[in-house]
């Protein structure tokens, strides 16, 4: 564990950068909503509006960590501290939306500079460092919509606790720089290989959960608020478990990685998530739906780091590259549609079927994982 912090210092403030943006949002949902005057399906929209700018950006990541070489990850991380700034202060939906789409692209461009880069680290180190920097991710994210929601019980405004995380991330990625010399350099092109089953079906399960994943971080609090008449701090503590729980999952999984079969670990964890929907969606009451929230932290936090593991061990030295990269972008379609999805569910049928519907959706990835396992 030492070791990868070591051979992780400079990714690590990165992931957590990611983490805190997405935390606060998460918690400032219920308030932000009301705000800008939107209902559940406009505000799905919206979110589908900042997936779009997300996975826009994603197709010219490649070509921006070439240009900026060890510059990119810390060059993206401002970008995206500067573009959650205006969203939290407009009160037009058409504006919101619009703002919304260049913080998705900020996100979706730092994502995957943030990722290639480690994957880049591992191929070259020979050293698993995915869960350790997920895990980061999660309780960077976890501790974010903790302090969020009792900033929303203080009646601080947005606007504010953005700003304040932008100053943060300013002052962070001084750390984000790498000394890698490749990477001073522009970094090496990914080699490119075939669109193969491996790519399809591993791209799919890595879909569905962060889909998962996602549509849990961005309803989890109105849930709680809404269906079942919980605070705003109570409503906070569901995005909260959810990360606290994916980030102890993804730790221990750093612990054991090398010792248990991925395969394994994907298929239980995949039915241990369905059952943490579902308990989430049956829960009376709001201690109900945080051991849902829970149980579906620990279950999806080890399949994406897990399967990206699996995904290079099945490729071949010159196509390794080529496999992750296909991998995380069809993977992180699933992260940024997951919350639309809910909230087009949520609009016709209420939350409570949308996470019905969610529990569903991974149960489909014991049928990836066979088919995955055959395209080999």
């Given at each position: 564990?030492?070791?990868?912090?070591s051979?992780?210092?400079?990714d690590?403030?990165?992931?957590?950068?990611?983490?805190?943006?997405?935390?606060?949002?998460?918690?400032?949902?219920p308030?932000?909503?009301?705000?800008?005057?939107a209902?559940?399906?406009?505000?799905?929209?919206?979110?589908?509006?900042?997936?779009?700018g997300?996975?826009?950006?994603?197709?010219?990541?490649p070509?921006?960590?070439?240009?900026?070489?060890?510059?990119?990850?810390?060059?993206?991380?401002v970008?995206m501290?500067l573009?959650?700034?205006?969203p939290?202060?407009?009160?037009s939906?058409?504006?919101?939306?619009?703002f919304?789409?260049?913080?998705?692209a900020?996100s979706?461009?730092?994502?995957?500079a943030?990722?290639?880069?480690?994957?880049?680290?591992?191929?070259?180190?020979?050293?698993?460092?995915?869960?350790?920097?997920?895990?980061?991710?999660?309780?960077a994210?976890?501790?974010?919509?903790?302090?969020?929601?009792?900033?929303?019980?203080?009646d601080?405004?947005?606007?504010i606790?953005?700003?304040a995380?932008?100053v943060?991330?300013l002052?962070?990625?001084?750390?984000?720089?790498?000394?890698?010399?490749a990477?001073?350099?522009?970094?090496?092109?990914?080699?490119?290989?075939?669109?193969?089953?491996?790519?399809?079906?591993g791209?799919?399960?890595?879909?569905?959960?962060f889909?998962?994943?996602?549509?849990?971080?961005?309803?989890?609090?109105?849930?709680?608020?809404?269906?079942?008449?919980g605070?705003?701090?109570?409503g906070?503590?569901?995005p909260?478990?959810l990360?606290?729980?994916?980030g102890?999952?993804?730790?221990t999984?750093?612990?054991?990685?090398?010792?248990?079969?991925?395969?394994?670990?994907?298929?239980?964890?995949a039915?241990?998530?369905?059952g943490?929907?579902?308990l989430?969606?049956?829960?009376p009451?709001?201690l109900?739906?945080y051991?849902?929230?829970?149980i579906?932290?620990?279950?999806?936090?080890?399949i994406?780091?897990?399967?990206?593991a699996?995904?290079g061990?099945?490729?071949n030295?010159?196509?390794?590259?080529?496999?992750i990269?296909r991998?995380?972008v069809?993977?992180?379609?699933?992260?940024?549609?997951?919350?639309?999805?809910?909230?087009?569910?949520?609009?016709?049928?209420?939350?409570r079927?949308?996470?019905?519907?969610?529990?569903?959706?991974?149960?489909?990835?014991p049928?990836?994982?066979a088919l995955?396992?055959?395209a080999?």
């Amino acid at each position: 564990m030492l070791r990868a912090i070591s051979l992780s210092r400079h990714d690590l403030p990165a992931f957590a950068a990611q983490g805190i943006y997405w935390g606060a949002f998460a918690a400032y949902v219920p308030q932000i909503k009301a705000h800008v005057g939107a209902g559940d399906g406009a505000f799905g929209v919206i979110l589908l509006i900042t997936a779009a700018g997300a996975m826009m950006a994603m197709l010219f990541a490649p070509a921006f960590s070439a240009r900026f070489g060890r510059l990119a990850v810390p060059l993206a991380s401002v970008l995206m501290a500067l573009s959650f700034q205006a969203p939290m202060w407009v009160a037009s939906v058409p504006l919101f939306a619009a703002f919304m789409f260049l913080a998705g692209a900020g996100s979706g461009l730092q994502d995957v500079a943030m990722n290639t880069r480690l994957s880049r680290s591992e191929a070259r180190l020979g050293a698993s460092l995915m869960n350790l920097n997920h895990a980061v991710f999660s309780f960077a994210y976890a501790a974010a919509a903790i302090v969020a929601g009792l900033s929303r019980e203080a009646d601080v405004a947005p606007g504010i606790v953005f700003a304040a995380l932008g100053v943060l991330t300013l002052a962070g990625s001084a750390l984000m720089l790498s000394d890698d010399t490749a990477e001073s350099r522009g970094g090496a092109r990914a080699a490119r290989g075939g669109f193969g089953g491996v790519v399809l079906w591993g791209g799919l399960i890595a879909l569905v959960a962060f889909l998962a994943e996602n549509a849990t971080e961005g309803w989890s609090a109105l849930h709680v608020e809404r269906t079942l008449g919980g605070s705003a701090a109570e409503g906070a503590l569901g995005p909260a478990m959810l990360g606290l729980t994916m980030g102890v999952g993804r730790f221990t999984g750093q612990l054991v990685v090398g010792r248990l079969l991925e395969t394994r670990v994907i298929f239980w964890s995949a039915l241990v998530t369905s059952g943490g929907a579902l308990l989430a969606a049956l829960a009376p009451v709001p201690l109900v739906a945080y051991t849902g929230f829970a149980i579906l932290g620990l279950g999806v936090s080890t399949i994406a780091p897990m399967l990206l593991a699996l995904a290079g061990r099945m490729a071949n030295d010159e196509t390794r590259g080529h496999v992750i990269s296909r991998v995380t972008v069809i993977g992180y379609f699933g992260f940024f549609i997951g919350p639309p999805i809910m909230g087009f569910i949520a609009e016709g049928f209420g939350l409570r079927a949308s996470f019905g519907v969610l529990a569903l959706l991974l149960l489909l990835i014991p049928g990836f994982l066979a088919l995955m396992r055959r395209a080999r």
